[in-house]
């Protein structure tokens, strides 16, 4: 495959903690909606990894000196101004039984893809008891169908006894002491400890990606919530419970949307408070043009991402949200929003048509189809680099990355013209 000469890096001479903050402003003025000295590029490397830095699937997910090898070769490859590659592991849900999720090595090849294994967790009869008090249905209800080795939680007292001061915490001894419920806080605790053990592990690798000069794309310093109706839809009731719903209990959900909704600001604000964290990363999956109709989208889905997203602005909190699937018929709604106040990162809506509609409300990522990097020839993915510079990067307000993030499949000489091209046509 022929291939055009690669850019002379534009950063040589410079020292890794200068770039780490010439990188983490420019990512930072874009995200303003404004413009910075050139178009900041964000890798979003994920599975990328195991296919081109020799790094199992498996291994990304357990061994995160690996993962931090690897992730270093890509980024000395590439030079981008942030990346994503999120070390993640899989020890609690090994720990717990986790029946959501699948990893590989764990219920999957040790190369294969991370799966999310959508079920109704919670039953239509199981609205009031959410509605009444969340919390306790969470632990006592929610909790043992989810996770197996949790199923003795379903012994415990209704947590609301605890109020009751010595006599409450007396009945809850008596219940812990069963066995049942002693393996399942038992069980907690151990994911607990793999958690606490993982935390001090991504704390490690982030602080070497940036003493190479790297900074982490800051778009969820905060946590990860979702549009309430996703919620519903993805971690509870099932898609196709849910959409049973919205016709025969319309009002049951969106009560419970709105409980979703609040206690999701609230988490997101305190955590935001302790952490010193600014943003807030929000993935929409069922939103789209297509998925539901512009009726249902008007009462069960706008409305409250948007009010959501009103709240976070209000904290001093970014939310960047995944415009998953397309939007085109949604970007009026998007240009409701404050100016400069949020982000959007899209995947298959016309990118022309976002600059057009919102390119003056939100700051812009996305752009390059995974697509075109997996099988073009470097000429098209060079001038469509191009016209993206021109174009959507025109003013300021514009990150580049692939549409769907997740780099799995790309051909990595495309990758090189990709970025070398976003370097050389992405100045201002």
Partial sequence: MSQEPAVTSIDHGKTPAQLCGERATRIAVAGELKQPDRIPLLCIFMTFLAQTEGITRQEMYEDVDKLADATERALRKYEPDAFLAIPQTSAPSKILGDRMTKWPG?????????QYVEGEYMKAEDYDAFLSDPGDWVVRSYWPRVFPALQGLAMLPHLGTGAFG?????????????????AALDAFTKAAHAEAYWIGKVIEYYGRMASLGYPPAPYATAGLVEAPFDFMGDTLRGTQGLFHDIRKIPDKVLAAEEKVLQFQVENVIARSKVLGGKSVFIPLHKGSDGFISLAQFERFYWPQLKSMMLQFVEAGITPMCFYEGCWDKRLEYLAELPKGKTIGWFQQSDIFKVKEVVGDTMCIIGGMPVSKLVVSEPSEVSEFTHKLCQEVGKGGGFIMCTDIGDMEGCNPDLVRVWVDATKKYGGY
């Fill in 166 to 182: 010595y006599y409450g915490i007396d009945s809850f001894l008596m219940s812990i002491a069963q066995p049942p419920v002693l």
């Fill in 106 to 114: 764990h219920g999957l090849g040790r190369d294969g893809s991370f």
